[in-house]
């Protein structure tokens, strides 16, 4: 059974940093390119951040550029996403997702996990 959890979320002042981190079992890891989405209330789901299997590739979102962080860890199956700089306008819930495709958008993503939420206050 696949299980993707994400941690790390919270309550931070703006200008902060918090660090996500996402941990898959059932699956083998190196298999699945992985990324961050986060779904604002009242807003679509975005993309924020993606990488490649190896780690070797890397994109984001242009509203986190320079802020944020994306990494793996294939040894521990571990996905991670360091957000410094934190504005309020980040508040989400941030979601970890395996996908199939590099970089692809939500639509050929294999397994999502339930979500953590950041909370950036001004």
């Known amino acids: 059974q696949v299980q993707v959890v994400e941690s790390g979320g919270g309550l931070v002042q703006a200008g902060g940093s918090l660090r996500l981190s996402c941990t898959a079992s059932?699956?083998?890891?190196?298999?699945?390119?992985m990324g961050w989405f986060r779904q604002a209330p009242g807003k679509e789901r975005e993309g924020v951040s993606c990488i490649s299997w190896s780690g070797g590739e890397t994109e984001y979102a242009d509203s986190v550029k320079g802020r944020f962080t994306i990494s793996r860890d294939n040894a521990k199956n571990t996905l991670y996403l360091q957000m410094n700089s934190l504005k309020p306008e980040d508040t989400a819930m941030y979601y970890c997702?395996?996908?199939?495709?590099?970089?692809?958008?939500?639509?050929?993503?294999?397994?999502w996990g339930q979500g953590t939420q950041v909370t950036v206050s001004s």
């Open positions: 059932g699956l083998t890891f190196d298999d699945y390119a």
């Open positions: 997702a395996a996908s199939y495709v590099y970089c692809s958008g939500s639509s050929n993503i294999a397994y």
